[in-house]
């Protein structure tokens, strides 16, 4: 099966938009509430922090899957082309028309398959600690991935885990390009983040 496969695969696994799908369930249009986003995040925050668990882990899965086959029967590089294409379905899927999720947790499913192939136990501890910190002392997920991608390229500069770097660069580059408008207002000092348990704040960064 040749690269086409693959991207076929990734792309119709990643496309589906399992935040729209919960809150329809739940008898909602989550495009409509909150910041809009079908992310873990924006469902959390608007039908319940179960749902956006849910949301989250089926997120993950639905690029983790298919790039896990295509590593297990046809590799690496496989691998990058099901991840990069089940992430592009993630932010662009037709079912919304060419609308999606911000795709960081689409970005994550794909990473740790790859990640997992190659042994990159100590980038993955790493950026899971940052990433956990950062909510943590701030409860701003959108900032916690921004910072999580940006530090996920030097630590897979290094030789013993740069098998993957290309599948991470572009991640960042989505991941960096579904952010900017939160990018440009924290440069502008106007980010005011939705935080869990705080329903206020009109500014949000979210998955």
């Given at each position: 099966?040749?690269?086409?496969?693959?991207?076929?695969?990734?792309?119709?696994?990643?496309?589906?938009?399992?935040?729209?799908?919960?809150?329809?369930?739940?008898?909602?249009?989550?495009?409509?509430?909150?910041?809009?986003?079908?992310?873990?995040?924006?469902?959390?925050?608007?039908?319940?922090?179960?749902?956006?668990?849910?949301?989250?882990?089926?997120?993950?899965?639905?690029?983790?899957?298919?790039?896990?086959?295509?590593?297990?029967?046809?590799?690496?590089?496989?691998?990058?082309v099901?991840?990069?294409?089940?992430?592009?379905?993630?932010?662009?899927?037709?079912?919304?028309?060419?609308?999606?999720?911000?795709?960081?947790?689409?970005?994550?499913?794909?990473?740790?398959?790859?990640?997992?192939?190659?042994?990159?136990?100590?980038?993955?501890?790493?950026?899971?600690?940052?990433?956990?910190?950062?909510?943590v002392?701030?409860?701003?997920?959108?900032?916690?991935?921004?910072?999580?991608?940006l530090?996920?390229?030097?630590?897979?500069?290094?030789?013993?885990?740069?098998?993957?770097?290309?599948?991470?660069?572009?991640?960042?580059?989505?991941?960096?390009?579904?952010?900017?408008?939160?990018?440009?207002?924290?440069?502008?000092?106007?980010?005011?983040?939705?935080?869990?348990?705080?329903?206020?704040?009109?500014?949000?960064?979210?998955?």
């Amino acid at each position: 099966m040749g690269p086409w496969f693959w991207a076929v695969l990734g792309y119709v696994c990643g496309s589906i938009p399992w935040g729209y799908i919960v809150g329809r369930a739940k008898g909602v249009d989550i495009t409509r509430l909150g910041s809009g986003n079908i992310g873990g995040a924006n469902v959390a925050r608007n039908i319940g922090i179960q749902y956006g668990i849910v949301v989250t882990v089926l997120d993950i899965l639905k690029t983790f899957i298919p790039t896990y086959i295509a590593v297990h029967y046809a590799g690496i590089f496989a691998g990058f082309v099901a991840a990069m294409f089940a992430l592009i379905g993630a932010v662009a899927t037709p079912i919304l028309r060419f609308r999606g999720g911000k795709g960081f947790a689409a970005f994550v499913g794909g990473y740790l398959a790859l990640a997992a192939a190659t042994n990159a136990w100590g980038p993955i501890a790493v950026l899971v600690t940052i990433w956990v910190s950062i909510v943590v002392l701030t409860q701003m997920t959108g900032l916690a991935n921004i910072v999580s991608v940006l530090a996920a390229v030097p630590l897979h500069a290094m030789p013993s885990t740069k098998a993957i770097l290309p599948y991470v660069v572009f991640g960042t580059m989505v991941i960096l390009y579904t952010h900017w408008d939160n990018i440009l207002l924290m440069m502008q000092g106007k980010l005011e983040e939705q935080r869990f348990g705080n329903k206020k704040r009109s500014i949000r960064m979210q998955r």
